[in-house]
């Protein structure tokens, strides 16, 4: 019989201690007790008689303590192919996603659905997660009907584990496969009912392009259906003014939004509105911070069409974005902590159901982000209590 391989953990107990704790509400300077992948104990101060237990005590004086990032919109095996087999976008590493604060996300595959499969992207959110970064998928691309792995989007959120949701699904775009409302309606519905014979969120990732029906068609939906705001999750609203400020008038009416964190000089010269700065705008027209979440869209490409289409550069998404969107709300935009910390961690959990995730409470995951304080620099990150960073 062969012997099971037993993982030897050194530190059974972590105590991380003296750190300024945004949980994501502030809580002050308190210690933290980590043990089995899971945060034990919040508290002032915590001291243990460990007889015969190994117990690490991390000095985080001066330092901010927050729920790791969770990013709901990650291209993990790649996206892209927009100027042909050569521009296809690597996957994502390890490394980069550590240095974006991450330590949840959840993968999609994007514009191609033909050389990149949902049996790629399962497994490599598998590996991502054996590897530390807890990732679930959504099943489809960018087209409808979507390529599910069973053949249904409602079995595919109920039998297949990682799978969350369904997307992203493209509107207004001109690669979109243009549904009609009708079917956007039967999609939304597919994804409803297996999330909620699953207890997973069953949610509609929603890729809004450049077109100028801009969410004409989300707002239509729902008029013309019993589908509520939660059901959907538009995303890339802050990529021009007129997009944005249609989203805005989405959210008073109850709906969620999210802005992309990855973008380019350029982007932003031709009208695209940083994410933090979106964030700002959000929050000063009154819209509660819960109904707002900032993605990455990391390895996905961020091509460059001119008026007619044609394809004229390419680069990829970055997770590290999540990371400099956050500097940017909180140093530049005085968005205050406790918001920044809900739109990048508690709330995109909430969104997607995600179990255990997005809070510094017990009970919950031990994904813990340490910044510097004045500059916001990454200093440690550990990952259901497996330091990822230091
Ligand atoms: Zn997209």
Redesign the pocket.
Same mark, same amino acid.
């Given at each position: 019989m062969s012997k099971r391989p037993q993982e030897i953990k050194m530190d059974q107990l972590i105590i991380i201690s003296g750190a300024e704790v945004y949980s994501p509400e502030k809580c002050g300077k308190k210690d933290i007790l980590v043990g089995g992948g899971k945060i034990l104990a919040v508290d002032d101060e915590i001291r243990l008689n460990g007889d015969g237990v190994y117990i690490k005590r991390i000095d985080a004086d001066g330092l901010l303590c927050l729920p790791g990032f969770v990013d709901s919109h990650v291209h993990i095996c790649g996206g892209g192919g927009e100027g042909g087999f050569a521009s296809r976008t690597p996957e994502i590493q390890l490394s980069s996603i550590i240095e974006g604060g991450i330590t949840s996300q959840v993968g999609v595959l $994007?514009t191609d659905g033909t050389t990149r499969t949902m049996s790629n992207l399962i497994a490599k959110a598998r590996g991502l997660t054996e590897e530390g970064i807890d990732t679930w998928v959504l099943t489809g691309s960018y087209q409808f009907p979507p390529r599910t792995v069973t053949g249904s989007v409602t079995d595919d959120i109920i039998l297949i584990q990682p799978v969350v949701g369904t997307g992203?699904i493209?509107l207004s775009d001109h690669r979109s496969s243009h549904p009609s409302l009708e079917e956007l309606i039967r999609l939304v519905s597919d994804a409803r009912l297996g999330g909620m014979l699953s207890g997973k969120a069953g949610i509609v990732d929603i @890729?809004l392009g450049d077109g100028s029906d801009g969410m004409k068609l989300l707002r239509e939906l729902i008029e013309n259906s019993d589908l509520p705001y939660s059901q959907l999750q538009p995303? @890339?609203t802050n990529r021009n003014l007129q997009l944005f400020e249609e989203a805005v008038e989405y959210a008073k009416n109850g709906g969620y939004v999210d802005f992309t964190t990855s973008t380019t000089a350029l982007f932003i010269e031709e009208g695209e509105i940083p994410a933090a700065e979106a964030l700002k705008r959000m929050l000063e027209s009154g819209i509660p911070v819960e109904q707002v979440t900032f993605s990455t869209?990391a390895q $996905?490409s961020l091509p460059q069409f001119d008026k007619e289409g044609n394809l004229m550069g390419l680069t990829t998404g970055k997770s590290s974005s999540l990371l400099e969107a956050f500097r940017e709300a909180v140093l530049d935009m005085d968005v205050p902590l406790e918001e920044a910390v809900r739109t990048l961690s508690t709330n995109p959990a909430d969104r997607f159901l995600l179990p255990s995730k997005g809070r510094i409470e017990p009970g919950f995951d031990a994904d813990i982000l340490l910044l510097d304080k004045d500059k916001l620099q990454l200093h440690s990150l550990y990952a259901k209590g497996e330091c990822m960073a230091a």
């Open positions: $994007g992203e493209a @890729h995303t @890339h869209d $996905g």
